[in-house]
């Protein structure tokens, strides 16, 4: 059973800067997607950035150039750094890994952006 436990969520000022981290209780390699959703009260779980194991990265057009991923094979863990946040970004953060027709999600770290 994959398990996945994110940490580094908190309280944030609109410009200010956080990262997360999902740790991965087996090697990353063997998946076949890695990454970081996100769900703001009211709203859907949304897809937020994902490694593939074809070596594609997949993120959302608008968190482009703000929200860089990134990764450490050798300590099987994701990470989510998070620049100049804005109130919107304000939501619960999720890591997600995909094996084998899998979904497995961590428990989730809140992000709150406010002044």
């Known amino acids: 059973q994959v398990q996945l436990v994110e940490s580094g969520g908190g309280l944030v000022q609109p410009g200010g800067s956080l990262t997360l981290s999902c740790a991965a209780s087996e090697s990353i390699l063997s998946f076949n997607a890695m990454g970081w959703f996100r769900q703001a009260p009211g709203k859907e779980r949304e897809l937020v950035a994902t490694f593939y194991s074809s070596g594609v990265t997949n993120s959302a057009d608008s968190l482009k150039g703000r929200f860089i991923i990134s990764r450490d094979n050798a300590k099987n863990m994701v990470y989510l750094q998070m620049n100049s946040l804005e109130f919107e970004d304000t939501a619960v953060y999720y890591c997600?890994?995909?094996?084998?027709?899998?979904?497995?999600w961590g428990q989730g770290t809140l992000v709150t952006v406010s002044s």
């Open positions: 997600n890994a995909w094996k084998m027709g899998k979904d497995y």
